[in-house]
């Protein structure tokens, strides 16, 4: 019997879009599935193993314990930490065989110090800060693998660095306008040489997130990290590719209750939704508390989204449910009416054949998504995007 409420999570959906990535990407050309923030909403380990059976050779991970998890699934596959250890969790980083992120000089004699310890190597990926500025040190690339060279039991197998969105602060961003790429061919070239210039050996380099990995093939260097077009969406910088993604996230509840308001009658906190007619309401046990109708703080604060939410609750208050939030119910969409409050919100139902036990499905950011909520695999209907 499926929860009352859960994660519809298609497994195949992920494979589909893991497969459809790899061909755009040249043979010799490594894919790293990026498995961060419960993987995207769609639970660690059932999309990590999905992605390790479709055939990725490298999963992304942010932080040791996420990596810990991964292993103790039994997963095998080489997996990149992309936040610097702490220097309490080194060691469990190197007894699980996680590769580690190194920004600053210090932390490899840590590093080395723990390796010799426990009598492991420690693999470790380099970043380079090229512009972003959310991650990095007062280190050069040389002065790091400089730093590197005396440790034997440290093997630096990477280099990389994260370009983010247009205006992001990358390293050439104004001469990216002119030619696209700019930055990343950068990046390549001085870490090429620096590679070089420390005698280092073979080190893999990798810049590509989604939008670098669709917009410019020739730095997919030695391997592109893919998240976002793994869990079947596009950023909006590329959202007129037509690369054929399929969706894999849908949150899932039941309806509990089914009762007929009159008009005018103020349903949820605050008497937001005031019916204009005669009302069959649905409620469905989903709210705040599961991640329905939670915002990022950045986008309340912009002009255009307050807007939109002051229009949106105008036109509820007079029993206008055109601008949505909306629920799919038997493949129609429905509105959500009312303040959605912390475990509940209400479905206007009216216009559609409805009963207590009837499951529904809610659009809901995915990382935002409580991770307590169980995820299922299940298959995801293609064709019925929510409205």
Not at 98 to 109: C, F, K, P, Y
Not at 162 to 178: R, V, Y
Not at 281 to 301: C, E, M
Request: aromatic share 4%.
């Amino acid at each position: 019997m499926l929860p009352q409420t859960y994660v519809a999570v298609d497994t195949n959906a992920l494979a589909h879009n893991l497969r459809l990535v790899r061909t755009r990407m040249a043979e010799k050309v490594r894919l790293m599935a990026v498995v961060k923030a419960n993987a995207y909403g769609h639970g660690l380990q059932l999309a990590a193993r999905t992605f390790a059976e479709a055939g990725t050779n490298w999963l992304g991970v942010s932080t040791v314990a996420e990596g810990i998890r991964l292993r103790q699934a039994g997963l095998e596959l080489p997996i990149l930490v992309f936040l610097p250890a702490l220097p309490d969790e080194l060691e469990a980083q190197l007894e699980h065989r996680l590769t580690g992120t190194v920004v600053a000089s210090d932390e490899i004699l840590a590093y080395a110090r723990a390796a010799e310890k426990l009598g492991r190597a420690a693999d470790i990926h380099i970043y380079v800060d090229t512009g972003l500025g959310r991650l990095g040190s007062d280190n050069s690339l040389p002065d790091l693998l400089a730093a590197a060279a005396p440790y034997s039991q440290i093997s630096v197998t990477g280099v990389y660095t994260h370009f983010g969105p247009g205006q992001s602060g990358a390293m050439l961003e104004p001469i990216d306008i002119l030619r696209p790429g700019a930055s990343a061919r950068a990046f390549a070239s001085l870490a090429r040489e620096a590679i070089v210039g420390a005698g280092a050996g073979r080190i893999a380099l990798h810049c590509a997130a989604s939008v670098l990995f669709l917009q410019i093939p020739e730095v997919h260097l030695d391997m592109v990290r893919i998240g976002t077009l793994l869990y079947g969406q596009k950023p909006p910088e590329v959202a007129s590719d037509t690369m054929n993604l399929k969706k894999t996230f849908q949150l899932r509840s039941h309806i509990v209750a089914i009762h007929t308001l009159p008009p005018a009658t103020p349903v949820g906190y605050g008497s937001e939704f005031v019916t204009r007619r005669t009302t069959k309401i649905a409620t469905v046990p989903v709210g705040l508390a599961h991640g329905l109708g939670v915002a990022p703080v950045s986008l309340a604060r912009n002009l255009r989204f307050a807007i939109g939410h002051h229009i949106r609750r105008w036109h509820t208050r007079h029993g206008r449910t055109k601008h949505g939030p909306w629920a799919q119910l038997h493949g129609e969409a429905v509105p959500i009416i009312g303040r959605i409050s912390m475990d509940q919100c209400c479905l206007d139902v009216t216009e559609v054949e409805a009963q207590v036990g009837d499951e529904v499905a809610l659009d809901t950011r995915r990382v935002s998504t409580n991770p307590e909520i169980p995820r299922i695999a299940a298959t995801i209907e293609q064709g019925s995007d929510e409205k």
